[in-house]
């Protein structure tokens, strides 16, 4: 919230300044057309820009564990910068696109990641993902695991079965 409050009124200024009229729509599809880009729009209407952000995600609406510990300061639901996560043990919890990148990243940044998905394989995540954490020396799977608890200096996983590991966890 202290980040994101100035950084929507900045946006809003420089939008403002520019003589730029924000609107709120749902973009079925982006098609190319020569230079220019095509905007369609869920209602069928079309706008032609020359640039597109896609802007997607829950941001602020994180999906919750429900397990102790998830409230702690070192528990976080994004990745600032992987940098700041060297030389520590991370648990990343997740089978998407953004879990498996966040993990791929932390441990190329020399962090020790144990992924934690609650599947016993990736079915949701792009192949490339799932490539870059089958086979990275820093990064542990823990398929077909649950988070029972998140302690001050480590982590409980379970299984099925009822067989619980701990883990060390910064």
Do not use: C
């Not at 520590?88 to 993990?103: I, N, P, Q």
């Amino acid at each position: 919230a202290k980040v994101k409050e100035p950084l929507v009124a900045e946006l809003q200024r420089q939008a403002a300044s520019a003589g730029i009229v924000p609107m709120a729509a749902r973009v079925a599809q982006v098609l190319r057309m020569g230079a220019a880009l095509e905007v369609v729009l869920s209602g069928g209407e079309a706008l032609v820009a020359h640039r597109v952000i896609v802007a997607i995600g829950r941001s602020g609406n994180f999906r919750k564990l429900g397990v102790p510990g998830e409230s702690q300061d070192k528990v976080s639901n994004r990745l600032h910068d992987p940098k700041d996560l060297a030389g520590k043990d991370v648990l990343v919890v997740g089978g998407g696109d953004s879990a498996l990148e966040t993990a791929s990243a932390i441990a190329s940044a020399g962090g020790r990641v144990t992924l934690s998905y609650r599947n016993a394989e990736f079915s949701r995540a792009k192949p490339e993902n799932v490539e870059a954490v089958s086979n990275h020396e820093f990064l542990r799977l823990a398929l077909g695991s649950k988070v029972k608890e998140i302690r001050a200096k480590d982590a409980v996983l379970a299984w099925d079965g009822g067989k619980e590991e701990t883990i060390p966890n910064d």
